[in-house]
């Protein structure tokens, strides 16, 4: 794992949105695995800035999301679809048919299926180059909860109540707040060729240090990551205040760009 701790969330967004930026350069038509919540929105508007200003070309980029609601219909102000589109794809040169957002309002009895096609489509499109994550605060990566199978799979997935209370902010209240939802799996994640994981705040700090530095256990699927060859963290200091290896991390960045390193 590399970790970068940087000094605030505009840094921590800018870092993340940088190395994006270089895989889409490099690779023009890559596969990125993107994520919702408040984590990654600082690095969707910086992509967005230099979509604007630098150029930055989505026409032939493909994209997966890591997961959606079940029950809300992309049309929803809170689906992850909407969120998708409000926070990214309506603002960049992406084609709307090179988008993929899991569909929360397939049936019951075609989700097996739906899930396994949508892992599918993955595979066809040559597998995600990049996985953006954040991580819940009760450790998850996607929806994938404690106690998911480090080996699981895009399913359906009751929510954990801590993600419920968490989410709630953006609902009118709680019960409003969806029970299940379609994720990929942590199986899935860890076959990204590079995993990005961003956390900011110091809420996220004590969770943060468990997943990297903690025990890999399925009670905080984050920590799967250390089995991942190629995971980037980008943490700003709140986030990574309860590290123990900080300082290591620190000169381990500086050491890197010393020897003329890059990180992507
Ligand atoms: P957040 O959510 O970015 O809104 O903190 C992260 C997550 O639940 O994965």
Known sequence: MKVLIRKDYEEMSKTAAQIVASLVRKKPN???GLATGSTPVGMYKELI????????????VITFNLDEYYGLPPTHPESYRYFMNENLFNHINIKPENTHVPDGT????????????YEKMIKDAGGIDLQVLGIGGDGHIAFNEPGSSLASRTRLIAL??????????FFDSLDEVPRAAITMGVGTILEARTCLLLANGERKAEV??????????????????????????????????KLARKDYYLYAERMWKELGGSIV
Do not use: W
């Open 160 to 169: 954990d109540e801590q993600t419920r209370i968490d989410n709630s902010r």
């Open 49 to 60: 800035r230099m979509h604007k200003e630098e150029h930055l070309d989505f026409s032939s």
């Open 208 to 241: 943060v240090a468990k997943a990297i530095e903690g025990p890999i256990t399925n009670q905080i699927t984050a920590s799967a990551l250390q089995l991942h060859p190629n995971t980037i963290v980008v943490l700003d200091e709140g986030a990574a205040s």
């Open 106 to 117: 397939v049936p019951m009895e075609d989700i097996e299926e739906y899930c396994r096609n």
């Open 30 to 32: 890559c596969v990125l």
